[in-house]
């Protein structure tokens, strides 16, 4: 069993930039994969990025270059650095952990949303 915990969205304007924070606790918690998602009303839950122990970082084209994915050593908090944020980011973004080898084991935190506006 894995928990997590998201915390840092709120309201930004365009151009700003926010921190969420997947703060992860339960056992074996080094065979997950760690990821964001994120979703719009209609619309279904897509990846953000992810971050593997094994196979390093991943990316959903439309943030690279202005989300970064990191972990601390323990591999306990994964952060989503968001910068040059725009309106289509407007979204509730969920932190995963996916089983590295059985990958219909998964959980998910409760989302926190962000919001960019002016």
């Known amino acids: 069993q894995v928990q997590l915990v998201e915390s840092g969205g709120g309201l930004v304007q365009p151009g700003g930039s926010l921190r969420l924070s997947c703060a992860a606790s339960g056992k074996s918690f080094s065979l997950y994969a760690i990821g964001w998602y994120r979703q719009t009303p209609g619309k279904q839950r897509e990846l953000v990025a992810v971050?593997?122990?094994?196979?390093?970082?991943n990316y959903a084209d439309f943030v690279k270059g202005r989300f970064t994915i990191s972990s601390d050593n323990a591999g306990k908090t994964v952060d989503l650095q968001m910068n040059s944020l725009i309106p289509e980011d407007t979204a509730v973004y969920y932190c995963?952990?996916?089983?590295?080898?059985?990958?219909?084991?998964?959980?998910w935190g409760q989302g926190t949303q962000v919001t960019v506006s002016s």
């Open positions: 995963n952990a996916k089983h590295r080898f059985v990958n219909t084991i998964q959980y």
């Open positions: 971050i593997n122990s094994g196979s390093g970082t």
